[in-house]
C-alpha cells in the first residue's frame, strides 16, 4: 500500500514569499490533515478535512495560510505571505473514517526554511 | 483534552527494555492513550493504543494501571533503530491528535 505522498519535500524561500505544499493521501483514506512542526516541538495540527470539507482550523493562521481539499482526495497548503516563524516542517497525515485505532498516517514532510 | 507529561530524554543501551511513562492525571473516563513513534526527517507512526490494563503487538507493551493516571510504553530489547521521539497522547479513540514535546530515546550500542 502506498504511502501518503508530499511534495517538495524541501523549500527555501524569503520573507514575504508564498508557497504551496502538496499532499497526496492514502487511497481511500476521508480524512486529512496538516501539521506544522517546528523543531524540537511536537507536530501542531493546522486544519483537519473530511472528504473535501473542513472539519477543524481552529489554529490555521487564515490571515496568512490557506488550505483546500478538492475533489476530496488530493490537498494542498499555502502560505502567502511567509514569516520567519513559518520555519518547520509540513506534515500531512491521512486516517480512514472507520477503523478501531486513532492511527493517522503521516506523510515525510516538507521541510520550509524562511530567510 | 488531558495534558500528558513525560520525560524529555532517556538513553539506554543496546539489547535493553525500556519503559517510558507517562502521566496524564486528568484522562477523560472515554479517553483513550495513544503512541506515537518519530525517526529524524520522517513524521510520526503510531505505535500503540489503550484504554486499560495491559495492550502488547508485535511492536510494544502499553501498561496501564486501574486508575488511568499514568501509563507506561515498554520496548523490550532495543536496538540502534530505536532511537526516535517518543509521543505519548490522551484524547479520545479517533479524536485530534494533542502532542507534547515527546521523549527523545538514545539507544547506545
Known amino acids: 500500500e502506498a504511502g501518503v505522498a508530499q511534495s517538495p519535500r524541501y523549500k527555501i524561500i524569503e520573507k514575504r514569499q508564498s508557497v504551496a505544499f502538496w499532499c497526496n493521501p492514502i487511497?481511500?483514506?476521508?480524512?486529512l490533515y496538516w501539521y506544522q512542526q517546528i523543531l524540537g516541538q511536537g507536530p501542531k495540527l493546522l486544519i483537519q478535512f473530511q472528504n473535501n470539507g473542513v472539519v477543524d482550523d481552529s489554529q490555521l493562521p487564515k490571515d496568512r495560510f490557506s488550505a483546500e481539499r478538492l475533489k476530496g482526495v488530493d490537498s494542498t497548503l499555502k502560505i502567502q505571505p511567509a514569516k520567519l516563524e513559518d520555519s518547520a516542517v509540513y506534515l500531512c497525515?491521512?486516517?480512514?473514517?472507520?477503523?478501531?485505532?486513532?492511527?493517522?498516517?503521516f506523510g515525510p514532510g516538507t521541510r520550509l526554511t524562511v530567510l | 483534552l488531558a495534558k500528558t507529561t513525560q520525560p524529555i530524554s532517556m538513553d539506554s543501551y543496546e539489547g535493553q527494555e525500556v519503559n517510558i511513562t507517562c502521566s496524564h492525571n486528568?484522562?477523560?473516563?472515554?479517553?483513550?492513550i495513544t503512541w506515537y513513534q518519530q525517526f529524524p526527517s520522517q513524521g510520526p507512526r503510531f505505535i500503540i493504543q489503550g484504554y486499560k490494563t495491559k495492550v502488547t503487538n508485535e511492536v510494544a507493551s502499553l501498561f496501564i494501571p486501574a486508575d488511568r493516571k499514568s501509563s507506561t510504553l515498554s520496548l523490550p530489547r532495543v536496538s540502534l533503530s530505536d532511537t526516535a521521539v517518543y509521543y505519548c497522547l490522551v484524547g479520545s479513540r479517533r479524536g485530534k491528535l494533542i502532542f507534547g514535546q515527546g521523549t527523545e530515546l538514545s539507544v547506545k550500542p
Open positions: 497525515a491521512s486516517r480512514t473514517v472507520s477503523g478501531g485505532y486513532n492511527e493517522q498516517f
Open positions: 486528568n484522562i477523560a473516563t472515554n479517553d483513550y
Open positions: 487511497s481511500g483514506h476521508a480524512t
